[in-house]
Each structure stands twice: as C-alpha cells, then as structure tokens.
C-alpha cells in the first residue's frame, strides 16, 4: 500500500509540473502585456446626429479596426438609458442639460467633455407648401398652422423642444401655439411629421431639414431668441477602451468637416 501511495504521489506530482507549463497556465502572469483596446464601441447620441456619425462611424472604423455601435434618440432619453446602467462608451448630446444631469450623478469621466458642434433652429413645412413666414416678435405662427398644428420635439424633455418653446415665448407666440404642439419623441419624428405633410409646420434643427427633400425651410430663428445649440460630447463612467480614441478622432479637422457637410456649426474652443 505506501508503495502504491508513493506512485500515486510521483503521478500527481508530474501533471501538476507539466500543467504548469502549458500556455495558458501563464495568461494571468504578473508580466502579461495589458488586454488589448475594445474591439468595439458603444455611442449614445442624439437623433439630429444621426447621418454625421453614421459617417464619422464607417471612416474610424476603417481606420483602426475599431467598430462603432451608435444608438440614436432624444438625448434625454439616452441619458436616463445610461443612469439606468446602458452600456454605453460615449455620450454625445444635442444640449448641455443632459450632459449636467449625467454629470452630476458622475456618470460621465472627469475631463473627457468638450463642446464639439453647433446648430440653428428652423421653421420647416412641408416640401410642396408655399407658404411664407418671417420669424420676427409676434409673428403670426398661429394664423400660419390655421386648422392644423405644430410639430416639434417634447419641450419637457426633448431638447429641440426645449429650444423651440423658449424662441416662441421670447418672440411672444408661445401662448398662441403651446396648447397646438405635437410633441414628438425626438427631432426625426417632428421631421417626418413634417415631410408627410400631417402637420403644416414644424420646429427642427437646420441639419434635419438640409437632409430631407420632402421639406423646405421657411425661415431660421436669430440665434439670440434660444441659449446656443451645443453639443457636447463625454466618456460614460464605464467608458471601453477605444472610445476615447473615437472622442480624438471626431476633434479632427476631416471629422468638424464632415460635421460642416452635414450643416453644422463650429463651437468656438
């Protein structure tokens, strides 16, 4: 018996030396190099941007192997996706209100948030309509839907809603139209409102409208009747490797031109 107990132990002795040297034994070594960088990103960001980084996605793809997953929505929504624990990497908003309230919960990364475009608000209608309005204080918004009403995004939530409400209370039509809205999800539900012609008039982003044939600007909002349309852009506190890289990469000057393709503006640095 101890001398089979002997054998037993020389056995047992020899696979646990030979397991020891195989490959894989070793990956956890205190002298491994680090994983390598996420082979794929996630990006919340707001429907307006949709063609842009659709774009801006497929080129830094292509350029460093890296895939970019967008998720596109109201920028509210979004942010309660992610304080609901979405993964996502990055975060890139249509106002800076949203990019507070994830701040402020530390859900985005200390230092990773920069201002990135701009944008104008528009009048749009329909393609075929002919009609003709100049935005001015009290211009006749009401007169101009006549049974009919006014698409734009949610002003609780969305924020080109939010935008919109406070250009028409400054120019005093607010009170003519609140009770007339269609309060849409995002800015690309107001858009198609608009382009099927169920509504006659709607409030949207200028990039939505350059993109879509089956609308027609009436007339652009000054600039001074609205808090400026920015878009910034931040790491989520779970952020992947990678997506910084990405955030680098939309910073560029062939990036801020594919933004100016698309009818954006530059934010000053």
């Given at each position: 018996?101890?001398?089979r ?154 924020p ?66 609205h ?11 779970s952020?992947?490797?990678g ?27």
């Amino acid at each position: 018996m101890k001398r089979r107990s002997r054998g037993l132990r020389v056995t047992c002795l020899l696979a646990l030396t030979t397991l020891m040297m195989t490959p894989w034994a070793r990956a956890g070594s205190a002298t491994d190099p680090p994983n390598p960088p996420a082979r794929s990103i996630t990006v919340f960001a707001a429907a307006s941007l949709t063609d842009s980084v659709q774009e801006l996605a497929a080129d830094f793809g292509r350029s460093t192997g890296i895939v970019v997953k967008p998720s596109f929505a109201a920028s509210s929504a979004l942010a309660r996706q992610i304080e609901s624990g979405a993964p996502a990497d990055v975060f890139f908003s249509a106002d800076v209100d949203w990019m507070d309230y994830l701040e402020a919960r530390k859900l985005i990364q200390a230092g990773s948030r920069h201002d990135l475009v701009g944008n104008r608000l528009v009048l749009i209608a329909p393609a075929a309509s002919t009609l003709k309005l100049t935005i001015a204080p009290r211009f006749a918004l009401g007169e101009a839907l006549g049974a009919g009403r006014l698409a734009t995004g949610d002003p609780d939530s969305v924020p080109v809603g939010r935008y919109a409400r406070a250009a028409l209370t400054k120019l005093g039509v607010w009170s003519a139209v609140e009770n007339r809205l269609v309060r849409a999800e995002n800015v690309r539900a107001a858009l198609a409102l608009v382009d099927r012609a169920e509504v006659p008039l709607g409030i949207v982003y200028q990039t939505d409208a350059l993109i879509d044939k089956g609308v027609r600007i009436v007339d652009v909002f000054p600039d001074d009747s609205h808090p400026p349309i920015v878009y910034p852009i931040a790491l989520t506190s779970s952020a992947r490797s990678g997506a910084q890289q990405f955030i680098d990469f939309l910073r560029t000057p062939e990036a801020q031109a594919v933004f100016r393709k698309y009818g954006f503006t530059p934010v000053p640095r």
